[in-house]
């Protein structure tokens, strides 16, 4: 069965957010049933919000006797953080690629046995290789997708097609929002300077906090991740946000676009990882390559519509899906936008301390 | 009187879970985060406690200053707001007949039976732009441009061509209002059992000594209760000074306060060390605060005593 859009009533980047944000326990709440489960047989699936097909996990299950103890993230610090001090027990965890190199950094990935992954021939060649992993050792591709503006049709004198209309315009001062992850929106700005986004030079950085800087009074919000509900609800005209939030509500609202800007975006890949420590990593394997089958990765994109990275699963899927472009952005698009490279420690902190100067400005 | 020295056991029966749940939940944490504050990243996952003192230097850096300032300002200006809103609550309880005095209780801690995420989104609801308050005023500001168009008046010098709502998101009242909202019921009932305590028969004499209600209320009312003042300020100062979500939410990321810098440094910055350092500063100026109030209560009981 495929699930019409208006059944996918929020996405996985924004589920718990709020409630993350909170510091509030629960996110986890049947961790003990995973601690008490970790036997052969079940798998231990730590995985985004509503980032699963309906039916996937059960028929899974069905289909080789493994069990699945399903637990929820709401986002890839949130995972960092729980596995820092050790793997609690978790068997597959679902990072995006700039993490995926952080965690082989902290060396907290297993390689992965792609003897046991027949469906990687499933696969597009052009996921095969990325620059974050090379050759796959540890890690697969999930699902993928892009940074762009989300904006209101109606609302603006033409398409929003350049960051300058975020980041230096005034002529929607007071109606935009941007995300409220720091190194994403330095990033953008990057891209505006004509720059490479994982260019953390001094200068660079300097010039792109001065750029938000000047530019902060006329941001609405720095969204937490709630972009997309604010240009539902008409609070703002422009976003920047992840194709996935914003498809979200142009489901429910025919005026609201997106657009990859000129200077070209950002473009994420969530990824299959096994950490290290896993009780159970035959069964891990089994899962991925479950997931990575022709038929399940058809219903699964179908169902939580962000873009497949799996060759043979895209050709069974509908024109609707395959044919859309907040989807599967225009080549010239893709070609423009970069993915982000984990850029170390020390520039991570040197970032969140120019993030830091950026909120603290008047 | 038995001392509880003569009946260690009973006292230890009692006093023994209490400590335990101390040590564990919060002195030993406080204590890994303390040696944190003086330690160094040495890898992506270990930090190494080197007794480095640069986590607190940094804390001198100017945004965190502005930032630590800033969050002193909104919790100070919440708690000023918290007093005086609070204060005329408290005494209408204290004052009000005693079968009501329960429900006015209940009342004022109501609001803590919902969780404190669910009350924040309530108030971005009722404060957003096409909030209840927005929209309330949208209704008034068209009545008036109704009225303006049959009398034939141009109006639009007078409320603008188009109805502007008030940004209370995103800005410094938004949160200070958010930080109203959740501490007053901790301003009102350490007032409230103040005025509970005071003897009355000390406002008869004031009034019939001639002293008015003003008079009255200044020079008698509020020293007699001034210990239940200054608990209530701390009460509501302390917490706001550490406030996460409210901020967050109601400041939409453009009023940051210090927590939500030290929610980065243990995400986001993945720099513990720094996070910890700037955690204990916000304790050390609690531990400011509560000397203040013991210099307070050492000059009260000497003026007693004079």
């Given at each position: ?78 995972l ?87 980041y ?122 479950y997931?990575l089958?022709a ?18 699963a ?32 020390e ?16 | ?36 504050s003086f ?41 000023v ?14 004052t ?78 938004g949160v ?66 550490g ?19 030290i ?44």
């Amino acid at each position: 069965m495929i699930n019409t859009p208006k059944n996918r009533a929020i996405s996985r980047r924004t589920a718990l957010r709020g409630i993350a944000g909170a510091g509030a326990v629960g996110l986890t709440f049947n961790m003990t049933k995973a601690f008490a489960a970790s036997h052969t047989g079940t798998v231990n699936f730590y995985n985004w919000d509503t980032y699963i097909g309906e039916t996937t996990l059960d028929d899974f299950t069905a289909a080789t006797g493994i069990e699945v103890q399903y637990d929820l993230f709401a986002d890839n610090d949130e995972l960092f953080a729980k596995l820092k001090n050790g793997n609690p027990g978790y068997d597959l965890i679902v990072p995006t690629n700039d993490y995926v190199e952080q965690m082989v950094e902290a060396k907290m990935l297993t390689e992965l046995d792609h003897s046991k992954i027949p469906n990687m021939a499933n696969l597009d060649p052009d996921f095969l290789d990325p620059a974050f992993d090379p050759g796959r050792k540890y890690s697969l591709p999930y699902m993928w997708g892009s940074i762009g503006i989300g904006y209101r049709k109606s609302a603006v004198s033409k398409e929003p097609d350049s960051w300058a209309d975020l980041y230096t315009s005034d002529e929607y001062a007071g109606r935009m929002a941007m995300l409220g992850n720091g190194q994403t929106v330095l990033q953008m700005a990057l891209k505006l300077m004509g720059k490479s986004l994982n260019d953390w030079s001094d200068e660079n950085v300097a010039a792109a906090e001065a750029m938000l800087i000047a530019q902060k009074s006329r941001i609405t919000a720095f969204a937490p991740d709630n972009g997309q509900d604010l240009l539902l609800a008409g609070e703002v005209d422009l976003a920047m946000e992840w194709n996935g939030d914003i498809l979200q509500v142009m489901d429910e609202d025919d005026d609201i676009g997106y657009v990859i800007p000129k200077e070209g975006g950002l473009l994420w890949e969530d990824t299959l990882c096994v950490p290290v420590g896993a009780p159970n990593p035959e069964g891990a394997h089994a899962l991925i390559n479950y997931l990575l089958d022709a038929e399940v990765g058809r219903d699964l994109a179908e169902f939580i519509y962000y873009g497949t990275p799996n060759a043979a699963a895209k050709a069974l899927t509908s024109e609707e899906y395959r044919e859309n472009p907040a989807i599967f952005p225009p080549a010239e698009a893709v070609a423009l936008s970069e993915t982000s490279v984990y850029p170390g420690q020390e520039i991570v902190q040197m970032i969140d301390a120019a993030w830091t100067r950026v909120k603290a400005a008047g | 009187m038995e001392s509880w020295r003569r009946s260690l056991p009973v006292f230890g029966a009692f006093a023994g879970p209490t400590t335990l749940w101390l040590l564990i939940f919060f002195l030993i944490p406080l204590g890994i985060i303390w040696t944190y504050s003086f330690g160094e990243n040495v890898s992506l996952t270990e930090i190494e406690t080197t007794w480095t003192t640069s986590n607190y230097a940094r804390i001198f850096e100017p945004e965190i200053i502005t930032l630590f300032w800033r969050t002193v300002k909104l919790a100070g200006i919440a708690t000023v707001i918290c007093l005086l809103i609070g204060y005329p609550v408290a005494l209408v309880i204290a004052t009000a007949d005693q079968k009501w005095k329960p429900w006015l209780l209940l009342v004022i801690i109501l609001p803590f039976w919902t969780n404190l995420l669910i009350r924040t989104y309530a108030l971005l609801n009722i404060l957003g732009a096409r909030g209840r308050v927005n929209e309330s005023l949208r209704w008034v500001w068209e009545q008036f441009d109704a009225l303006f168009n049959t009398l034939g008046i141009d109006g639009a010098m007078l409320i603008g061509e188009r109805f502007q709502p008030i940004g209370f998101l995103g800005t410094e009242m938004g949160v200070v209002i958010g930080l109203v909202y959740v501490h007053l019921p901790f301003a009102v009932l350490p007032i409230y059992s103040a005025l509970e305590r005071m003897d009355r028969s000390y406002l008869e004499a004031s009034m019939d000594l001639g002293a008015g209600q003003f008079r009255t209320f200044f020079l008698i009312l509020v020293p007699l209760t001034s210990a239940g003042l200054v608990t209530a300020a701390i009460i509501t100062f302390i917490p706001a000074l550490g406030s996460f979500l409210t901020p967050d939410l109601l400041g939409r990321g453009q009023v940051d306060m210090i927590a939500n810098v030290i929610e980065r440094q243990f995400k986001r910055a993945n720099d513990w060390p720094f996070g910890s350092a700037l955690s204990l500063f916000l304790l050390y100026i609690t531990f400011i605060v509560l000397a203040i109030r013991a210099v307070i209560d050492m000059q009260a009981a000497k003026g007693r005593r004079a």
